[in-house]
């Protein structure tokens, strides 16, 4: 099949996404010309939307880029719907049990693996598919699903989520693993208590076969997570980049 993102992690690749937050597509725009690997849209906590993921897909596809899509808690209607947009891939938040992982499978893939619904014209058209059954056929393999891990109880659960069929991978949530892993008293992505615990979730998504995934909310760790096994990192937090950027700006033009 095509170099797709799930080619390029299957040939253990490490791809490096942008994380884009704010639903106007001229800065998508920015990311989908510059230098990542893939954009990734936020629906869970970011601001885009349908109609902002639906344009932002569409200028990250043409850039050639992998496009990646953060679904709202809960929402497999809204999974299905991004892969029909075009989308290479998909993370779905608080994946937290078997019966969550299921429920995320059978809405991302085909039957008979899944109960994913037909309805993929976009997709088959704007990825220049010769036709539904070509796309019915390619898209259980060329699209990717993951299952974020960062609650307790889905820790738990980390090797009987990572072996069902149809997920593709896990992708950690640091933060919110921190408040889990701290009990609710801190929120710390960078946590050290935590380094053993997800370094096992790498290592549960290698014995299963399936990808690992993480955002890396402090650019600095991306070495650190890379040896411990996770191949598809999430960085480059638009909000951040804005923010940062400013100050070090700043700081530039004040000390010259
Ligand atoms: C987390 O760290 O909890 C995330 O969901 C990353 O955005
Ligand atoms: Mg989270």
Do not use: C
Not at 29 to 41: C, H, M, S
Not at 125 to 137: K, Q, T
Not at 185 to 201: F, H, Q, R, T, Y
């Amino acid at each position: 099949f095509d170099y797709t993102l799930q080619a390029r992690l299957i040939a253990g690749e490490t791809v490096y996404t942008v994380w884009s937050s704010v639903p106007e597509n001229g800065l998508v725009e920015l990311f989908a010309q510059g230098p990542f690997g893939a954009v990734t849209l936020d629906m869970q906590h970011g601001g885009h939307h349908e109609h902002s993921v639906l344009s932002g897909l569409s200028t990250v596809i043409h850039s050639g880029k992998a496009a990646v899509v953060r679904v709202p808690l809960g929402r497999m209607d809204m999974a299905s719907r991004a892969l029909d947009m075009g989308a290479d891939a998909i993370i779905a938040p608080m994946i937290n049990s078997v019966q969550d992982a299921v429920a995320f499978r059978d809405a991302v893939k085909f039957p008979p693996l899944g109960g994913r619904s037909w309805g993929a014209s976009r997709a088959v058209a704007v990825r220049g598919i010769a036709g539904g059954n070509e796309y019915l056929a390619t898209s259980n393999v060329r699209t990717v699903s993951f299952a974020m891990i960062e609650t307790r109880e889905a820790f738990d659960r980390v090797s009987e989520i990572a072996a069902i069929d149809g997920i593709d991978g896990l992708f950690v949530g640091p933060a919110d693993f921190s408040i889990a892993w701290t009990g609710g008293k801190s929120v710390d992505p960078g946590l050290p208590e935590m380094d053993e615990a997800v370094a096992s979730i790498a290592a549960a998504a290698r014995d299963a076969g399936k990808h690992a995934g993480i955002f890396v909310a402090n650019p600095a760790m991306a070495r650190k997570y890379h040896q411990m096994g996770f191949r598809f990192m999430a960085l480059g937090f638009d909000v951040a980049i804005v923010a940062e950027g400013q100050k070090a700006i700043l700081a530039m033009a004040e000390e010259a």
